[in-house]
């Protein structure tokens, strides 16, 4: 069957790269209930800088809507992602509390330090909002069906656990990411082949980094 959407077609496409960031062994780890707890706390500390560096991410991203977007409601669904990071910001401040995990001493490790730098580099006025927002679904994507994943049917995830996967697992969430998906696709539609390889490129690089992300919990960089 021939797909016409651009989404659909790059998941196919790059199935192994897309398999490798949303099944990866550490959230398969949690899945399972095997999860190191001191694995959990690093990841915690790390996602928090993270979270912190892709704020201005998403503002640069709501401002390129605002620019160029030919759909009203784009801006809103952006400025609902920003108002959903607020609150996550306080919800790491109160998860780092009860697994005594001092956010103010987290040094970043390379593989954050590099993403982070990746992210900033693509708030650039030169990145079109199409291979933009197309790198902000695929952010999205990686944590709402990696962590969906943990709450499914013969998940053995552990108690203290499942609130982390529910922020990202939860069904609202993942309408939210089918949301981005259909901007991503309907712009993508519209967009010169060359826009159109640029955000290939992009999803590539975000299920790299998610991957070198999860790595870290691993203790391999
Ligand atoms: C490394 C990484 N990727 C995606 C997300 C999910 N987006 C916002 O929370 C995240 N928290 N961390």
């Given amino acids: 069957m021939e797909e016409k959407l ?52 998403v503002a640069s991203l709501l401002l390129k809507a605002w620019k160029e977007s030919d759909d009203d409601s784009d801006v809103e669904v952006i400025l609902g992602g920003i108002a959903a990071l607020n609150d996550e910001i306080s919800w790491f401040k109160r998860e780092a509390s009860k697994w005594s995990v001092s956010l103010s001493s987290i040094v970043p490790q390379k593989a954050n330090l590099e993403y982070c730098r990746f992210l900033e580099s693509i708030t650039s006025p030169e990145v079109e909002y199409t291979v933009a927002v197309t790198a902000f679904w695929a952010i999205e994507a990686v944590y709402q069906e990696s962590y969906a994943h943990c709450l499914s049917d013969g998940a053995k995830t552990p108690e203290e656990l499942k609130e982390t996967c529910q922020r990202w697992g939860n069904d609202g969430f993942g309408q939210y990411c089918h949301t981005l998906q259909n901007i991503a696709n309907r712009r ?6 060359d826009i159109v390889l640029k955000a290939e490129a992009m999803v590539i690089r975000v299920l790299e980094y998610e991957v070198e992300f999860w790595n870290m919990s691993r203790g391999e960089t």
């Fill in 6 to 57: 651009m989404i659909p077609k790059w998941v196919n496409k790059h199935n192994e790269l897309y398999t490798a960031a949303t099944r990866h062994p550490f959230t398969l780890s949690i899945r399972d209930g095997s999860v190191v707890f001191s694995a959990f706390k690093l990841w915690l500390g790390q996602d928090y800088i993270f979270v912190r560096a892709f704020v201005p991410f």
């Fill in 188 to 193: 993508l539609e519209k967009s010169p082949e």
